[in-house]
């Protein structure tokens, strides 16, 4: 039977509209259900090909009832609105998000502006996949409507009018759906899912092993008397993970009258970023580690205060590869090139032919603080790598990287940490300059990256912090010091 063409399609439009806004995202939401119903009838393959099937199902039994206008452009307006709109909503807040939506403050927006496929949403949250297969799904939905519209029309053998609109409608639906797939691409040089047969090199030790008064703690201890003690007004100290054997040591051998119990109030390790929070907040009074960052100065300059810095070692920044990498050195300028991605393969610098992976240390964290002043300088430094792990329900948690020990990895920290407290043979510390990070070049400062180790106070001192001080500062102090691991001033 010939059919009738719709003159003035407003009432087609409001259909076709509702069928491609509501209808459609809802359907394709609750059959991505059916598998964890256990209503899986097509094999281990079902959770993919049944929406496909049901979305192709649902168009062509539209398509079958439905009146359409003459004009093609009028036929796949409100599809292309449709799939424009979720795809323009995606673009924008994967985009905005730094390609990272769950947990961040536009992953309800998204929810809310595409209702239709909340479902969909809770569904890809519950499995740890992430919105990043919305996308995928609005394609497809796209791809199956045209498609089931087209071969209904063919098979009624009705002749379409194809206008010029048509191919605006493709070109706007092309260029997001390349916006959309160049994010993906994009995202995978930022984000990572950890291979985890290879070695993670973990960031943390037991502090348990450095607790001063513990029995067979790790802690050096002097060879003689301390030339002072501290029996009272105890100065608080906390500080970077790598300083804490060093200042543990330091509290051990000059507070008298505490026990492995009661100096937990006075000798604590938060790690750099809290730790200079508590220093600026007045809960402790010296902090022991690497110089602040611009941020942490800033934070201490809106409370009215000043850091006052006494360095009491040296330490050098290192960097460090799998052992099994070629390259052993490599110059300021390539470290420079590599973070900030001028450089993505080891085969110029005399490696393999592998994609360089190059890790970072979270922001205000003392290791990062010290990458930024003291190697990047004016330079600016590419995202740093993330890596996913899922959390509860399937949620991802957005995290900088923690060093996995890949054959392309790259990393750093201070040498001390790396060689001393977590030392580990499947790493290899790279010469800078064609200097190794020996206790000789950081001594003479001949090794590029030779950095200070600080006893940071604010505000005026007690009588026990500046004891406390002069001592790190003395003969016996220095050598003490030296003895923990770093190298004296």
């Known amino acids: 039977m010939k059919q009738q063409f719709l003159e003035k399609p407003k009432s087609y439009y409001c259909t076709a509209g509702l069928m491609a806004f509501v209808v459609v995202p809802i359907v394709l939401s609750v059959v991505s259900f059916a598998p964890v119903l256990g209503l ?16 192709a199902l ?17 036929t796949y307006f409100p599809i292309a609105l449709a799939h424009c709109y979720y795809l323009l909503v995606w673009v924008l807040l994967y985009g905005l998000s730094g390609y990272f939506l769950e947990g961040s403050p536009f992953h309800p927006l998204l929810v809310v502006l595409t209702l239709p496929y909340a479902a969909l949403h809770l569904f890809m949250a519950f499995l740890g996949t992430g919105s990043i297969i919305l996308p995928l799904v609005i394609g497809l939905s796209a791809v199956l409507a045209t498609f089931s519209i087209m071969v209904v029309r063919a098979l009624r053998k009705h002749k379409v009018t194809v206008d010029k609109k048509v191919w605006l409608y493709v070109l706007v639906f092309a260029l997001l759906a390349a916006v959309a797939v160049f994010q993906l691409a994009d995202r995978s040089r930022i984000f990572i899912s950890p291979d985890y047969q290879v070695e993670r090199v973990n960031d943390e030790v037991s502090f348990y092993d450095y607790r001063p008064f513990t029995p067979d703690n790790l802690l050096e201890r002097l060879d003689e008397p301390a030339t002072i003690s501290i029996s009272g007004n105890y100065p608080i100290l906390d500080g970077a993970t790598a300083a804490y054997p060093v200042y543990a040591a330091i509290a051990q051998e000059l507070y008298e009258g505490l026990s492995d119990r009661t100096v937990i109030d006075y000798v604590g390790c938060t790690k750099t970023d809290v730790a200079y929070e508590r220093l600026i907040n007045g809960e402790i ?24 810095l006494t360095p009491i070692a040296r330490e050098a920044f290192v960097f460090f590869v799998n052992s099994n990498n070629p390259v052993d050195n490599l110059t300021l300028e390539q470290i420079q090139d590599i973070y900030q991605r001028k450089i993505t393969n080891w085969q110029p610098l005399g490696g393999n032919d592998e994609a360089i992976m190059a890790f970072q240390r979270p922001v205000n964290s003392g290791s990062q603080t010290i990458m930024l002043a003291k190697v990047m300088g004016d330079k600016v430094m590419a995202a740093p790598l993330q890596e996913e792990s899922a959390q509860g329900m399937g949620g991802i948690m957005k995290e900088v990287a923690t060093y996995r020990n890949y054959s392309s990895a790259i990393g750093y920290s201070f040498r001390f940490y790396a060689t001393g407290m977590n030392p580990n043979e499947n790493l290899k510390l790279l010469a800078i300059e064609g200097i190794e990070p020996s206790k000789e070049s950081i001594r003479n400062g001949t090794y590029p990256f030779t950095v200070e180790v600080y006893a940071v106070t604010v505000g005026a001192q007690s009588e026990n912090t500046k004891k406390l001080l002069e001592w790190t500062l003395s003969e016996q102090g220095q050598g003490f010091i030296e003895k923990c691991g770093y190298v004296r001033l």
């Open 40 to 55: 899986n009838f097509l094999g281990p393959y079902g959770m993919f090909i049944s929406p496909i099937l049901v979305l």
């Open 58 to 74: 649902c168009w062509a039994i539209y398509a079958t009832q439905a009146q359409f206008p003459q004009k093609a452009s009028e």
């Open 285 to 308: 009074d010296v902090f022991f580690g690497a110089q602040p960052s611009a941020e942490q100065v800033a934070m201490a300059e809106e409370r009215g205060l000043e850091f006052a």
